[in-house]
């Protein structure tokens, strides 16, 4: 059986339509999955939505609905995204699941037996936006003298019966587990703010409510529902059967990446890994949070009116278009921003002029010259070697930077193949090859075929729709990991005898919306 891998998105809070920091998310964590899957890993790759919390039933309350409708509307939102952005999951959990909620009640009975839950009395400040709890030392004062989270989220006092997790008893555990395990927080920005968030010292965290009732009922505890983000963060145990620990799904845990955006780490790295020593259940292998996605270098939000639409912008340019825009254009781990203009150009430099372009060419011109027939063996040369050799560094060097999440590397790693591979036909002039030297067209032409499928499966895991219509076009149908690393299909199609039909564009060049022909 071939190795496990664990990937999650974090649960989406679906208090209002998904913008494209969910699209980016979502997309990056399915590039990985594509990406290992191909790799001939036993990939599990789970996405959701987080569909508990005073902010739901505040707004539900608002529109005349039941937290459940609500949260059916809301939900529904994010898993047609995933399907509109092709984001190839294998289960898009609901907090809302039936095995969702014996799942937390487990790790919730597991904790209290281990004696870290305790009932008390809870004074302090709470963001109702960011359901998260803030100590007086992290706040901030905003305008009218508003208390603000270190998120710029209002915060309001809150007095309650609560249950109390006994995170202080995980502080030097945790520093232990941060000074062990360098790679357990990425990126290193983001691993320096939590240790030194928790050397700072931790307080006890409370984990329950009374002042609401849409949530997982504690336990052995009428009135009390688990804070959201116990609730929350245990999804990534549903998705694996717990508590059942010999279910078919068990082997996947512990989960290899929890990637998440810069502004819940504290809740993966920190409350996360204390819940799970608590339980006494593995610990996940890494948790990377990733930067924002800003429009046109601004930070989006509802008041300035500039949060951008996923499936908008997909409408506009494709699907493959926004996938590759993202991965190539953001360092992985840090802030990026968008445009139209920049997916337009990104689009249309990379994929319609130089990939598009060449695979375009190339097969037309067989399909015209050669009726389709693969070119035979003909009289070789160094620069085809070299080309070739090029290729096959290209994919070590994507492979590797997509193993350490370094996904816009291993983007430019492709780009220079291709960039490559345009400066072997223009030099090889094929076209002219065909009067000239008939054997040294067939050798050129058959590179070049070799080429562009090595370059589709690369990039495979980024644009899954139009790498495989290149890769189909040459007959390579089959997308399980034996079949694209078959190195055999050339002799293996040309024996078939196989005929490329006269291949179809598809990478069109796009325009910006508002120059799109009406």
């Known amino acids: 059986m071939s190795e496990p891998y664990y990937i999650t998105t974090a649960i989406h809070y679906p208090n209002g339509k998904p913008h494209i920091g969910h699209a980016y998310e979502m997309i990056a964590a399915d590039a990985i999955a594509r990406f290992q899957r191909q790799a001939g890993r036993d990939v599990r790759f789970q996405t959701g939505t987080d569909e508990h919390g005073l902010k739901i039933a505040q707004t539900a309350r608002a529109r005349d609905l039941t937290p459940r409708q609500l949260a059916d509307e809301m939900s529904a939102y994010f898993s047609d995204m ?19 909620y014996a799942a937390s009640q487990a790790i919730w009975a597991a904790m209290e037996a281990k004696g870290d839950l305790y009932l008390d009395r809870y004074e302090g400040w709470y963001s109702v ?30 007095a309650e019966e609560t249950w109390f997790f006994r995170l202080s008893k ?28 928790v050397e700072g010292g931790l307080v006890d965290l409370s984990v329950s409510r009374t002042s609401f009732d849409w949530g997982v009922p504690v336990p052995g505890s009428p009135g009390h529902v688990m804070y959201v983000w116990v609730d929350a963060l245990t999804n990534y145990l549903t998705g694996t059967g717990y508590p059942a620990r010999d279910s078919e799904l068990a082997h996947y845990w512990p989960a290899n990446l929890h990637l998440i955006g810069k502004d819940i780490t504290r809740f993966h790295a920190v409350y996360w890994p204390a819940f799970l020593m608590s339980a006494e259940i593995p610990l996940p292998r890494q948790v990377f949070a990733h ?3 800003l429009n046109r270098g601004e930070k989006m939000s509802k008041s300035t009116g500039n ?12 699907v493959d278009a926004l996938r590759y825009f993202l991965l190539r254009e953001v360092a992985f781990g840090n802030d990026g921003s968008f445009s139209d203009e920049a997916i337009v150009t990104r689009a249309n430099a990379d994929l319609a002029n130089s990939f598009g372009n060449l695979a375009q060419r190339t097969l037309s011109f067989i399909a015209k010259n050669l009726e389709g027939a693969l070119p035979e063996a003909g009289r070789g040369d160094p620069a ?37 591979c345009n400066q072997y036909i223009d030099v090889q002039a094929p076209w002219a090859l ?26 495979l895991p980024v644009i899954p729709d139009s790498a495989g219509k290149i890769l189909d076009q040459l007959g390579q149908d089959a997308r399980d990991h034996e079949a694209l690393d078959d190195k055999g299909w050339y002799d293996a199609a040309m024996a078939s ?21 009406v």
Do not use: C
């Open 291 to 293: 930067g924002f996605i």
């Open 129 to 158: 936006r960011d359901e998260a709890f803030y100590e007086e030392k992290e706040l901030t004062e905003g305008e009218g003298g508003v208390k603000l989270s270190p998120q710029g989220t209002p915060v309001e006092w809150t």
């Open 434 to 459: 065909r009067k000239t030297d008939p054997e040294r067209m067939h050798a050129v032409l058959g590179t070049l075929v070799r080429a562009i499928r090595d370059l589709a499966i690369l990039v």
């Open 82 to 100: 995933a399907n509109d952005l092709n984001i190839s999951y294998d289960r898009f959990i609901r907090t809302v699941d039936p095995d969702h």
């Open 307 to 318: 949060v951008a639409d996923p499936i908008e912008l997909t409408r506009l340019y494709g």
């Open 497 to 517: 005898d196989f005929r490329l039909a006269p291949p179809t564009g598809v990478f069109p060049r796009l325009v910006l919306a508002e120059e799109a022909p």
């Open 170 to 197: 995980y502080q030097q555990p945790l520093l232990d587990l941060y000074a062990a395990n360098p790679d357990f927080i990425r990126p290193e920005r983001s691993r320096n703010e939590v240790v030194k968030f």
């Open 384 to 420: 085809d070697a070299e080309l070739l050799a090029t290729i096959d560094e290209a994919g070590r060097e994507f492979r590797t930077a997509f193993d350490s999440l370094a996904l816009n590397q291993g983007l430019e790693a492709w780009m220079r193949a291709v960039f490559a």
